[in-house]
């Protein structure tokens, strides 16, 4: 179990889930916004996964935050310690560090896309704008 909860691989799928809250809510908004409606509604024609992310808007940020739950534990996990050896405990470090800049990154969009079509949207057709 504890050589699985060590896998990069884990790391880099929670990073590419989160990816997708973006662009089923987030980027949309951004692009009608700027006034590149006719991109969205071209992309949202040609691409049968956005369109399903879109619809599926609610179950995407659910599956991505549970996902994010699990790296935090995995990331911030106690009794977490690098080897002796001084080449590899400077890699641990450095794969740490790596591990929370992505897991940070990860969580930020995840928040822009929760933020925008939890928050945002609704906003917007509650005042008619």
């Not at 799928?13 to 997708?20: A, I, M, Y």
């Not at 080897?83 to 929370?100: G, S």
């Not at 969009?109 to 005042?127: C, D, E, Q, R, Y």
């Amino acid at each position: 179990m504890k050589k699985l909860l060590d896998t990069p691989y884990l790391k880099w799928l929670t990073l590419f889930l989160s990816t997708g809250t973006l662009l089923c809510c987030a980027l949309p908004i951004l692009l009608v916004s700027l006034g590149f409606g006719s991109v969205v509604a071209s992309l949202f024609f040609h691409s049968q996964t956005l369109s399903f992310l879109a619809e599926h808007k609610t179950w995407t940020l659910i599956i991505s935050f549970i996902f994010l739950t699990v790296l935090a534990w995995i990331i911030y996990r106690p009794n977490q310690s690098c080897p002796t050896d001084k080449e590899a405990a400077k890699n641990c470090t450095n794969a740490k560090r790596y591990n929370k800049i992505i897991f940070l990154f990860s969580c930020f969009i995840w928040f822009v896309g929760f933020f925008a079509s939890t928050l945002l949207l609704p906003l917007k057709n509650l005042l008619g704008a």
